[in-house]
């Protein structure tokens, strides 16, 4: 213990007597560690906003959307087929057992007015469930209620967006407004949900009972027709199984033979959320990958000037070995100088790679997360690039001959 201890001092010496060598020999070490953790920083911020964007629309949902049609021989694009309608989104919701809450949509755009204000935006005609299957609250007034769906009433909930462009700081509920020049009373505003995973803003929109959007506002194809129907699973385990229900309900209700293709797509949200999750790991494994590069570009440095180290202080070697000094004691002498170098390095790295992720989030707006794993993999990395280069200098300096060591000038 008193032999590590006075190695130890050695070593500390040795590095503070060349301070502007250790300085530019840690410089690798810091810019390889400070590039790792902004990398990681930047891959997984990205990872959680795009992990936020998606369950922001809702978690454990399905979509069903209609089929594609084929009209003179050419194939018209998914939705172009009208098959979908409310009565196969009651039926999904008293059949399957798997599903928790059904939300069927028919919805479109248009110009909404109030007193000499008016905005362009999505209008959504729904069921009361859709504030369950989309995991939104209001921030004020009530929700519609299945009388209203029921009656066809001119009731509607407007999201933040809406209600900025047409009343500002005015308090809306209570208020009318005209869509299609049809007048609605506002009775509730949507919680905020910001940007989905696309860009488009999911608070600009207004929700209305789903009859008023087939019968005043868009009309219908055939009675009852809707043009998604949206599918909340009791859980994520119950997905894959509240999927297959959907499908197999809805192809016995179309009567679907055995060969013949769905009429309707079903969507699975959680499969899209699963894989842009991968591909922001692969890209955040790639840009750490890239920045550890600098690293390994670091402990060469170490080692070139700890070999170098060796040929200087070749005679002071050769002194230790001659006062009794083992080859043990020389070899963790320049392990610990190595190490040490190595080290300091990482923490310096580390506070710069946080500074620099923070400074980046506020700067450029890009979403920064910097996790205490990367942290811990940028020290305990540092530590090993330390120990890994600092052994041959380390091993060739205690192979020295002492008395060859003693002669040298």
Known sequence: MISILSTLRIALRALWVNKMRSSLTMLGIIIGVSAVIIMLAVGTGASQKISEQISSIGSNLLIVVPGSSTQGGI?????????????????????????????????????????????????????????????????????????????????????????????????????????????????????????????????????????????????TTFPGMVRSIMVKAKSAEDLTIAERQVNDLLRQRHRMGPTKEDDFTVRNLTQMLQMAETATNIMTLLLGAIASVSL????????????????????EIGIRMAVGAKTWDIRVQFIIEALTL????????????????????????????????????????????????????????????????????
């Open 75 to 219: 194939r018209m694009g998914g939705g172009s087929q009208s098959t979908l309608t409310k009565d196969d989104a009651d039926a999904i919701q008293k059949e399957c057992s798997s599903v928790s809450v059904v939300a069927p949509m028919h919805n479109g755009s248009a110009q909404v007015v109030y007193g000499n204000q008016n905005w362009s935006t999505s209008i959504q005609g729904t069921t009361p469930g859709i504030l369950e299957v989309k995991d939104c609250g209001l921030t004020a007034g009530r929700n519609m209620t299945d009388q209203d769906v029921r009656n066809a009433n001119k009731v509607c909930l407007l999201g933040q967006t809406v209600v900025d462009n047409l009343f500002g700081s005015m308090d809306p509920i209570g208020q009318i407004i005209r869509i299609k020049k049809i007048p609605f009373m506002v009775i509730g505003v949507l919680e905020s949900k910001g940007q989905s995973l696309v860009g488009q803003d999911q608070d600009d929109t207004i929700i209305i009972p789903l009859t008023t959007a087939q019968k005043k506002i868009f009309g």
């Open 296 to 315: 390994l570009v670091g402990g060469i440095g170490i080692m070139n000037i700890m070999l170098v180290s060796v040929t200087e202080r070749t005679r």
């Open 342 to 409: 190595s080290l300091i390095g990482g923490i310096v790295g580390i506070i710069i790679g946080a500074g620099g992720s923070a400074i980046l989030s506020a700067v450029v707006g890009w979403p920064t997360v910097v996790s205490p794993l990367s942290i811990l993999l940028s020290f305990g990395f540092s530590g090993l690039v330390g120990i890994f280069f600092g052994f041959y200098p380390a091993y060739k300096a205690s192979l020295l001959n002492p008395i060859d060591a003693l002669r040298f000038e």
